[in-house]
C-alpha cells in the first residue's frame, strides 16, 4: 500500500537552498574574476584562437587575448 512522503522541514529547505545560492555566488565571483583578469591583461589561463592572415596559411596558433592594443 501506498504511504504519502513526510513532508520536508523549513530547515532543510533552507539548508539546501543555501547550497545553490552559495554554488551560485561561487561560480559567479570566479567569472567575475577571470573577466576582470582579461580586462586587465594579466590572464595566465585563458586562451583565444587567433589566425595570422598576414603569412597568407590558414595555421591558427593560440595566444593570449589583450585588449589594451586597439
Known amino acids: 500500500m501506498a504511504v504519502p512522503k513526510k ?8 539548508i539546501r537552498k ?12 570566479k567569472a567575475f574574476s577571470l ?3 582579461i580586462s586587465t591583461g594579466h590572464s595566465k589561463s ?3 584562437i587567433a589566425n ?3 603569412s ?5 596558433k593560440l595566444t593570449s587575448i589583450d585588449l ?3
Open 52 to 54: 595570422d592572415d598576414s
Open 7 to 14: 513532508r520536508t522541514s523549513r530547515s532543510k529547505k533552507k
Open 18 to 29: 543555501n547550497v545553490r545560492k552559495g554554488k551560485a555566488y561561487r561560480a559567479a565571483i
Open 68 to 70: 589594451d592594443d586597439p
Open 46 to 48: 585563458f586562451y583565444c
Open 56 to 60: 597568407g596559411s590558414s595555421e591558427s
Open 35 to 37: 573577466a576582470k583578469s
